[in-house]
């Protein structure tokens, strides 16, 4: 009888085990996605940030543009 037991002990360490491997594997891939979010969020600030400098030089040359003709007027 005790080997039995100790088998059972055997068996619930290795599924213990094997949990533990498994909420391992799913915390690195939770901290991977989380650093994959991280850096496409900053793409996202960064292109943004350019498109609004793009946006601002339009503004600023159509206003340009709008002085010139009530100038002209």
Same mark, same amino acid.
């Given at each position: 009888?005790? !080997?039995?037991? $100790? /088998? =059972? &002990? +055997? +068996?619930? &360490?290795?599924?213990?085990? &094997? $949990? *533990?491997?498994?909420? =391992? =594997?799913?915390? *690195?891939?939770?901290?991977?996605?989380? *650093?994959? /979010?991280?850096? %496409?969020?900053? %793409?996202?600030? *960064?292109?943004? @940030?350019?498109?609004? $400098?793009?946006? !601002? /030089?339009?503004?600023?040359?159509? /206003?340009? $543009?709008? %002085?010139?003709?009530? @100038?002209?007027?």
């Amino acid at each position: 009888m005790p !080997k039995v037991e $100790q /088998q =059972n &002990n +055997d +068996d619930d &360490n290795e599924v213990s085990l &094997n $949990q *533990e491997c498994k909420e =391992n =594997n799913g915390r *690195e891939e939770e901290e991977d996605s989380m *650093e994959e /979010q991280k850096v %496409a969020l900053i %793409a996202l600030i *960064e292109h943004r @940030s350019r498109e609004l $400098q793009h946006l !601002k /030089q339009r503004v600023s040359y159509y /206003q340009t $543009q709008v %002085a010139c003709f009530l @100038s002209c007027l």
